[in-house]
């Protein structure tokens, strides 16, 4: 990989910068510090907190039985109750795939959400009749004649999304604890450790390949473990092709 050449490269003799700089470069040393603890603690709970309890909630709504006839319906039910609608309004733009729907109480009027507009909300027109499928107080699927389609509030079986999220907040992690230790520890001499083009390489791939990981991962179905590795893989050969091209320019090649 071709990088350009910078007096900053690892081996270069460079001065060091000036006193009036020194401060500037430990208070970005500190901030940069405080913002791997924030990354690390995003990662910890993406972990122990989001993945799991997103898990939960799946198992708890597959598992869910039809809710009983009742006279008087409960705003949130842990259980599936088929209600009748009526369609009110539908959106179908890039930014908003939702419908409106007519009900009984506790569910008068509710909007809804889509990530998508086919198989159903793309067929419906205002006064069209659907049945809604109501779980914990939200309409998680409509249905009309043997078409079904679930909305934004159902709970989905995408655990990818969330490492990736998790994955890319670790790595962040410890990418500024090593430019911020390294700006507190010896601010005169920075080496490669700078934001162009060493940083800023390495925050592309890393947001870059947390995002594409993640979602080729939930579209072919493969396991979540793949993403923190394969993520963790790629930023650590892209860091060490990095160093090893800056060391080159370095010495003068």
Known sequence: MAMKRTGTAQGKDVPPPPRSRIGGTLLTGG???????????????????????????????????????????????????KLAFTVESTRNTP????????GPDPYPRTAISFGDS?????????????????????VVEIAKGDSRQVSA????????????????????????????GVRLVRPRHLGFLTWSPYGKWLLTVTGVSCAVVGLLTVWTGLPWLIVPTVCGTVVALTAWFLHQD???VGQGE
């Open 31 to 81: 901030a940069l510090l405080v913002l791997s603890v924030l990354a690390a603690l995003t990662c910890y709970s993406a972990f122990t907190s989001w993945l799991p309890d997103s898990r939960g909630r799946l198992h708890e709504y597959r598992t869910a039985e039809t809710c009983p006839a009742r006279t008087v319906i409960p705003r949130s039910e842990d259980c599936l109750r």
């Open 246 to 248: 800056l060391r080159k």
């Open 118 to 138: 086919g198989p159903v909300l793309s067929e419906l027109e205002p006064k069209d009749r659907i049945t809604g499928t109501v779980w914990r107080g939200h």
């Open 95 to 102: 930014k908003h795939i939702e419908a409106t729907l007519l």
């Open 153 to 180: 509030d159902a709970p989905r079986d995408e655990p990818q999304m969330i490492v990736a999220a998790g994955t890319f907040a670790g790595l962040m992690a410890a990418l500024t604890l090593m430019f911020g």
